[in-house]
Nanobody, 115 residues
């Protein structure tokens, strides 16, 4: 049974940093692109970052470009999202997704940016 579990969320001050982790069990990330999404209250779930199979390409939403970095370590069955210069607008539940057939999603981890 493939399961994705996010961790690393929490409360952080504006301008601070957090690193989110997504670890897969019952399967691997090998041969699959992986993405991070977020959903803020009252808003649609949005794509924030994606990483290619070989980590030779990545995508970032304009709202996070230059502040967030996605990376992967297939040997550790993990994908990461380094978030710097956090803003209150980054407050959301963050989800990881293995872009496979079928897709697999984690349960999400809450990130709250507040003073």
């Amino acid at each position: 049974q493939v399961r994705l579990i996010e961790s690393g969320g929490g409360l952080v001050r504006p301008g601070g940093s957090l690193t989110l982790s997504c670890t897969v069990s019952g399967g691997t990330f090998t041969n699959y692109p992986v993405s991070w999404y977020r959903q803020a209250p009252g808003k649609e779930r949005e794509l924030v970052a994606s990483i290619s199979v070989r980590a030779d390409s990545s995508f970032y939403a304009d709202s996070v470009k230059g502040r967030f970095t996605i990376s992967r370590d297939d040997a550790k069955n993990s994908v990461y999202l380094q978030m710097n210069s956090l803003e209150p607008e980054d407050t959301a539940v963050y989800y990881c997704r293995r872009r496979s057939f079928p897709n697999y999603w984690g349960q999400g981890t809450q990130v709250t940016v507040s003073s």
